[in-house]
């Protein structure tokens, strides 16, 4: 059957990610969340103290970082290694989610994660999700998708996430994280978040995950046929 790429951007925690990895799983393609790349690479700007207005320093740093995505037979899910350590663990942590969307918009950063994810997609049968993937990382690609959901709904969601893992957290940290990095994404130079124009708009604030798989995979095969 034919292979094709499937992109979806959105948001911050729209669902993208969750998503993505459905679709994927029901098709049999390999999923791809680009923005763990991002993520593992402002962890390294954060362990390392790298100046990010420092381009000589932002260019050595991005020169020692070797992004890996491996395979979790205890998960069933791709783990993100820097530097051949699982960082996966770590990538979600505030301070990261605090940091990503300075280094993100780094257009040094940009060049070195498109270039990677690029390759990633060069035998087709990959769902990519991030901000950019329709628009600059594959403007060719078969299907485009493009995520929102009202931003209360998001907050709470992240929210209902981050809890298990973290309890003294709060919404309001999580609201005005998202509120910060929608627009840091949204209104940088280098590859802004925006809706591909050949893109299919999805509002999932109100869908159940199964009602927006099923809708998803009937793009899907459409796109394949
Ligand atoms: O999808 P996410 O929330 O895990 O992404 C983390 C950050 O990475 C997000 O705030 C913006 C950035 N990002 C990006 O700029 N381009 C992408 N393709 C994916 C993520």
Do not use: H
């Amino acid at each position: 059957m034919k292979k094709i790429i499937i992109t979806l951007d959105g948001y911050s925690a729209c669902g993208k990610s969750t998503l993505a990895r459905q679709l994927a799983k029901e098709l049999n393609y390999v999923f791809i969340d680009s923005g763990a790349m991002y993520r593992a690479i402002a962890l390294y700007f954060l362990r390392n103290q790298i100046n990010s207005a420092n381009s000589q320093a932002v260019i050595s740093a991005l020169n020692n970082i070797t992004l890996q995505f491996k395979f979790n037979n205890t998960t069933g899910q791709s783990d993100i290694y820097l530097n051949d350590e699982n960082v996966e663990p770590f990538i979600r942590d505030m301070q990261v989610s605090e940091k990503v969307s300075e280094v993100a918009a780094l257009e040094q950063v940009r060049t070195f994660a498109v270039a990677q994810q690029q390759l990633m997609g060069i035998e087709k049968g990959i769902v990519m999700d991030g901000r950019d993937i329709g628009t600059t990382v594959f403007p060719n690609a078969a299907l485009k998708i493009f995520v929102t959901a009202d931003p209360a709904i998001r907050a709470q969601r992240r929210y209902q996430e981050l809890y298990e893992k973290n309890p003294t957290i709060t919404l309001k940290e999580i609201q005005s994280n998202l509120e910060m990095r929608d627009a840091a994404d949204s209104n940088r130079t280098v590859s802004p978040l925006r809706k591909a124009v050949d893109a299919i708009e999805l509002d999932n604030s109100l869908l159940t995950r199964e009602a927006q798989l099923t809708l998803v995979l009937q793009w899907a095969r459409n796109a394949i046929n």
